[in-house]
């Protein structure tokens, strides 16, 4: 262990790269939201058409 | 008149309060420097939230102040749990349960304008037929400026030995003895494998938080500013990196071992008979199934009400009992990773905040069917050390002793060099009766090998 971590409260380490990884996470949702949203729709208009007679 | 209690050796690093016995009872001090959030936590219905999710376990509040205590606000006497479980002896899915206890318990809370201050595995449990959170005072009042103080520690002992296990396909629970408070993460990053850095999530929790971990510097603390969509986001990826994470169902050490003890005449079923009559006429609530395997005798002993932890040192077999009982809501049994002749030791500060197995071992009825050879081929343990290692486990024993003739001593000895010229049962007998008197005997059908039930003297 290097010596300047003994002087680091644990948890106080992960403060500044938790807000980097919640900025990258926020933007990988984002796109996996919309993408989602995208399936959803033509999942229902494709269910749509196949319960037509 | 002095007040008379024990502090509980592992309570002792939060200072919103603490465990203690009092009179032989457990109970939880709530501290007055915790009073504002311990109110928010009731008041605010997270409590009853929690409790009827499954996910806490139920306390009562007594209006005492039992330590004598200034700074005394409240006195919680909490579920009594029959057995407590670390973290080093759980299969796969119990810690991947625990996990994601924590996650909902982390939701929960942030729903009510709450937040876990803790992500600690020692605060999950098995208890009721599903994995819980335990402590009461890890919820404190939510700052969505913030960031996670616990998302460090959930990283180091819940996601890093899941995705090591995952990754590596390798049991690592035991990592944790030596590694009480969670996997380093620089460590992680370096055992990981490279493909696992194509996991958006493993990467961003595990390599570049542990590169971060690596590179911190003096510098002062970076708070910078956090929101309740940034933790939204943090805990839904935690909880899709966790749920991810899976253990193959490669063969064991021991699995398949019933299918072929089965196809031996009726050596099981009679085996079946003779156990479920000794243990039903036995004055015992608990059991300790030592080499359980995957728990076929730990089933048949709870069925009769008992409390049955089912030890075996075979990660596979633990993970396919534990599964079962998940499945078919079994909560009295309790499956453990266990080597008997390694058993877990008691740890921590002064050796006093994690309990040996041993002295953990909830005491009534130890059962060791077809064991002996094993510790004592196997292992080289002499009959008088197994004796007094069963002895400390508990007052009432099963065991089945397996002659030298037997196929499986045979074939363990096939590939060893025979110096057990001492495993015969006059020698057996003999070491076990310095501790035990013989209640019953039973030979098991033709398969040569004989059921004892044993009663220990008192100490």
Redesign the interface.
Known sequence: MAW??L??D?????????????????I??FFKNIMLTVKHFFFRIFRKKSKMP | MPVQFTPQPSSYRDPSGFLFHHDGILYRQVNKSFQEDFELFVSGGLYEDLVSKKLLVRHETIEANLTGSHDWYKTLKPELIPFISYPYEWCFDMWKDAALTTLEAAREAMSKGMMLKDASAYNVQWHRGRMMFLDTLSFERYHPEEPWIAYRQFCEQFLAPLALMHYLQWPLSPLLVAYPEGLPLPLVKKLLPFRSRFNLHTYLHLHLHGSAAQKNTLAPKARSSFSAKKLSDLLRSLETAVQSFSFERRSGVWSGYYEEAGQREDYFGQKEAIIDRWARGLPVHFAVDIGANEGHFSKLLAGQNKYVVSADFDHYAVNRLYQHIRKENIPNIHPILLDLSHPSPALGLNLEERASFTGRAPKGLVVALALIHHLAIGRNIPFNRIARMMRDLGPWLIIEYVPREDEKVEQMLRDKKDIYDWYRPENFLQAFAEHYAVRAEERIGQSGRTLYLMEAYEK
């Open positions: 300047w971590m002087y680091i644990p948890g106080s380490g992960s403060y500044l790269v938790q807000a980097i990884i919640a900025a990258v996470l926020g990988a949702f």
